[in-house]
């Protein structure tokens, strides 16, 4: 009878642990165009997760995010914008409106997404793994333009607040150190 709970004990703990492996890369999402993905394309790439808005007083980071995309690309990095209307409504478009409001105005290139929740009761997954309690810097997105920084290996190195602008020393250094982290 021991052997038997010993050996359920052992497969329970088992059944645990291959769930908390689960990464970043393994959550189902979808793209701009409604095309389903996940992060698993960017495996091996330093990221920056950010929920964006069309119509915020934040939304002229378009162009600093855009430039970050720019100067490191090469070196590894990418930017993901996740459209949100979770604030104020500031995020009211379709895919469509926004894919063409990021290009026209912006000249976005790096990668956009299927609009999603970052908070409450709709709250996307993938967000909950950035701010829920298990995560490094748990805590509800506080409006938009919040941004995650993701290592190479998948792992949450810094979060950013949205006042906090991406051409900042601070997301700048950051990066840097992520992109030479081995």
Not at 5 to 25: P, T
Not at 75 to 93: C, W
Not at 131 to 156: H, M, Q, R, Y
């Amino acid at each position: 009878m021991k052997i038997i709970v010993l050996l359920c004990a052992l497969f329970i703990a088992q059944i645990v642990s291959a769930e908390s492996k689960s990464s970043l890369y393994d959550i189902p999402l979808k793209d701009i165009n409604g095309k389903s993905t996940s992060l698993k394309a960017y495996k091996g790439k330093t990221l920056l997760v950010v929920n964006v808005a069309s119509k915020c007083g934040l939304t002229p980071q378009y162009t600093a995010l855009e430039s970050l995309q720019q100067k490191y690309q090469k070196k590894g990095f990418v930017v993901l914008g996740f459209p949100s209307n979770d604030f104020a409504g500031q995020e009211p478009g379709t895919n469509e409106e926004i894919k063409e409001f990021c290009s026209s105005k912006y000249n976005v290139t790096f990668p956009l997404f299927d609009k999603l929740h970052v908070k409450g009761a709709e709250q996307h997954p993938l967000y909950s793994a950035l701010t829920g309690e298990n995560a490094p810097f748990p805590g509800e997105v506080k409006w938009n333009f919040g941004k995650f920084l993701i290592s190479k290996d998948g792992k949450i190195l810094k979060r950013f607040e949205p006042k906090t602008t991406p051409d900042s020393a601070e997301v700048t250094e950051a990066i840097e150190a992520a992109l030479a982290a081995k």
